[in-house]
């Protein structure tokens, strides 16, 4: 079964500065299947990365996705006041199907 | 505009059935997989359940197997979950979202309708 974990659980940090995000999994992901959520406060998750560091439509280019295999990361090179949010890794393709990880919340310092 | 809009929340007794259903526009609809997400108050994403375009294919997480159902009608735009045998710890916000190409993560999501499961 593969098991998602992300870290940290809460990042502080001050707008302006650079946030990076892990996202481990117990066995191998393809990278073609990993994806980043951005979650605000009484909405809905956002797509932000497909296939591991794929921008979605919309995207700013702050945000980056990174890595293979087990490892992955999603960084955000200056962070602005509208990023501080919730961050969830996804992937699919083994046992079980779909899985998220348990979120990273980037908070203000 | 992509539009995703669920209904069908509220409060239901611990072994009591609800029926969700997601209401889509902005997109052909017949051409995409859609899924059900669930997210428990205070609490991450936990993925419920998916369906292919045509129907055919459907997939559960173990959690809900057995207990739920999804559908849909290509002719009526419209997502459905039917969730019978509830339970206290299916008390979650439900998505319906839509998958985007083979690589199955989801490109849209609607703003969620709250279930909750308590005597």
């Known amino acids: 079964e593969i098991v998602l974990t992300q870290s940290p659980g809460t990042l502080s940090l001050s707008p302006g500065e650079r946030a990076t995000l892990s996202c481990r999994a117990s066995?191998?992901?393809?990278?073609?299947?990993l994806a980043w959520y951005q979650q605000k406060p009484g909405q809905a998750p956002r797509l932000l990365i497909y296939g591991a560091s794929s921008r979605a439509t919309g995207i700013p280019d702050r945000f980056s996705g990174s890595g293979s295999g087990t490892d992955f990361t999603l960084t955000i090179s200056r962070l602005e006041p509208e990023d501080f949010a919730v961050y969830y890794c996804?992937?699919?393709?083994?046992?079980?199907?779909?899985?998220f990880g348990g979120g990273t919340k980037v908070e203000i310092k | 505009q992509v539009q995703l809009v669920e209904s069908g929340g509220g409060l239901v007794k611990p072994g009591g059935s609800l029926r969700l259903s997601c209401a889509a526009s902005?997109?052909?609809?017949?051409?995409?997989?859609m899924s059900w997400i669930r997210q428990a108050p205070g609490k991450g994403l936990e993925w419920v359940s998916y369906i292919s375009s045509s129907g055919s294919t459907i997939y559960y997480a173990d959690s809900v197997k057995g207990r739920f159902t999804i559908s849909r009608d290509n002719a009526k735009n419209s997502l459905y979950l039917q969730m019978n045998s509830l339970r206290a710890e299916d008390t979650a916000v439900y998505y319906c979202?839509?998958?985007?190409?083979?690589?199955?993560?989801?490109?849209?999501w609607g703003q969620g309708t709250l279930v909750t499961v308590s005597s």
């Open positions: 979202a839509r998958i985007y190409g083979d690589y199955v993560f989801f490109d849209y």
């Open positions: 066995q191998s992901v393809s990278s073609s299947y």
């Open positions: 902005g997109f052909t609809f017949s051409d995409y997989y």
């Open positions: 996804q992937q699919y393709g083994s046992s079980p199907l779909l899985t």
